[in-house]
């Protein structure tokens, strides 16, 4: 029997060592950029308005809180707590990873600022937004915050906090979009 010699079937050390070569550089290539990275995940954003539009309704706080998020941002906690002791969280990251947090109860300022900036944070000077005079907060770890209470005779019966990691003036903007619901002054 005779071998056939099809022009297929004939390999050469050279071309086998040259495709070795290449599939080994793509798959280089794909593990080092072309890969999946599995350690980032998609920023899932919660819906918040519903928790909103039910603070409100319960009338306990002002709620202060956006009528919509800037472009790129999203809330990655929202919760109302009613009761003897109410509480408003919304927990949000700017387009750019840094967070921005809204906390609001009938605790003081001096308690919300301990909880959420820092023990020892630095009073800075006032803000006004909107018309409302807000006190602004640092710490060592480059936190930035915007506090204001209102009180009725010696009881305060709502504070507010905004607070993160983004830069102070993207906090100061956001805070300027916050707007509020009337509170039951009677509870």
Known sequence: MSQSTSPYAQRSYAGM???MIVAVVVAGGWYLIGRPNDDVKPIVGVEWTPQVRAARADGALLIYAPDA???????REARYLTGSEPSWHLA???AEGKYVGIDESRLSVA???????????DQGRDVTINGEVWQSWTDSGGDYALTRSVEQGQLVVDSVIVFGSAPDQEIIDFAKTLKTGSVDLTR
């Open 92 to 94: 949000i990251l700017t």
């Open 111 to 121: 308690k919300l600022v301990a909880e959420n900036v820092d023990k020892n944070a």
């Open 69 to 75: 998020l800037p472009t790129g941002w999203k809330a």
């Open 17 to 19: 060592i040259g495709a």
